[in-house]
């Protein structure tokens, strides 16, 4: 299993000691560096930025937004990453959600998983290079239809040549179509809450994917699961977890609507219903506090790696025997080398 590191989102500015962290990847042996988008900071300057000090780890996007950008304009900034990076660049993709979507973008998100599939067929058609593209889609159509705009566009071609047309690309999924429908069009899957318990459960979806998948597509044996794995480093168990559980609680509690917060939905799959509704009912109450304590040590091990780097070790063993082909480590920067170090990433 490789391991990857996560940078993360920006809360007020550029969070400490991450650029320093990943100028280390290379050195600790670590396979890819991931960096995140809300409503704040971008997910691809960072990436170019920081993956500028690196020369061997891969760079992906976990995740580039489908509302913030065009298709198009995605898969630009994609090739130009990928030629800038020498052929490291993962563009992952994910939906986000609807307060996101209709409140920073101002753009609809009903039905996105059709949105999605129409959003990555334009990003591999731009990749491809084989013809001016053209889309005649529900939520995407190039070019704009004679009767609208000016009658002007036309459909062309990108004007440079992607370094790889079969750079790949990753989508963020938690709801068991959209994990099927993942497995289908994408070359990887970039869970937030996997859980080893749960492994086959997550298979069986993946292998339901699998069998739609077009002729000439990614061979199933070659698609990665890069899963986001939070991780704390302490003297016990208990008082890492305790560093942990905000970020459960923000997810679980504040990163969604009341009846449209997917992520507390992926946590219910799991058998975290009960502890969900408490967390959102404190969260909603405005008490961050009582929210995070809500959050159980179980549901924690059963997602994230805390404790001495002993317990760290211990843990991750349970993940090697399941679909994840790269951890992605979500950690403080200054804990890297040592979490790296205790799950054998060095050299």
Same mark, same amino acid.
């Given at each position: 299993m490789r391991i990857g590191f996560h940078t993360g989102y920006w809360s007020a500015g550029p969070p400490p000691g991450v650029a320093e962290a990943v100028q280390q990847c290379? &050195? #600790? !042996?670590?396979?890819?560096?991931?960096?995140a988008e809300a409503y704040g900071s971008d997910a691809f300057t960072p990436l170019a930025w920081w993956g500028a000090?690196?020369?061997?780890? &891969? #760079? !992906?996007?976990?995740?580039?937004q489908i509302a913030a950008r065009t298709p198009t304009a995605t898969a630009m900034a994609a090739l130009t990453l990928d030629h800038l990076s020498g052929g490291r660049f993962t563009l992952g993709l994910g939906v986000s959600g609807p307060q996101v979507v209709e409140g920073w973008y101002g753009a609809p998100y009903p039905r996105p998983l059709?949105?999605?599939?129409e959003f990555v067929a334009?990003?591999?058609?731009?990749?491809?290079r084989e013809a001016p593209v053209r889309a005649d889609g529900a939520f995407y159509r190039l070019p704009l239809p004679e009767g609208e705009g000016m009658g002007l566009g036309k459909a062309l071609r990108s004007t440079v040549h992607p370094l790889r047309a079969d750079l790949p690309i990753h989508l963020a999924a938690e709801g068991p179509k959209n994990i099927a429908l993942t497995a289908e069009i994408a070359d990887g899957w970039l869970p937030l809450f996997y859980t080893p318990r749960l492994d086959e459960e997550f298979r069986e979806?993946?292998?339901e994917g699998f069998t739609r998948r077009a002729a000439g597509a990614c061979d199933p044996a070659r698609f990665e699961v890069s899963a986001t794995v939070p991780v704390s480093v302490g003297t016990d168990v208990e008082s890492a977890a305790d560093r942990i559980r905000p970020f459960v609680a923000l997810y679980a509690g504040g990163m969604g609507a009341k009846g449209a917060n997917y992520h507390a939905n992926a946590l219910a799959r799991l058998g975290y219903a009960d502890a969900c509704a408490?967390?959102?009912a404190h969260w909603a109450a405005g008490d961050r506090s009582r929210a995070a304590a809500?959050?159980?040590t179980e549901l924690v091990l059963d997602v994230a790696l805390v404790g001495t780097a002993t317990d760290i070790a211990r843990l991750a063993a349970a993940w090697q025997r399941t679909a994840v082909t790269t951890m992605v480590l979500q950690c403080a920067p200054a804990d890297l080398p040592a979490v790296a170090e205790a799950l054998g990433a060095h050299g």
């Open positions: 290379d &050195r #600790l !042996g670590i396979d890819s560096v991931w960096t000090t690196t020369s061997t780890v &891969r #760079l !992906g996007t976990a995740v580039a059709a949105r999605t599939r334009i990003v591999r058609d731009v990749l491809r979806l993946l292998a408490e967390i959102q809500a959050v159980p």
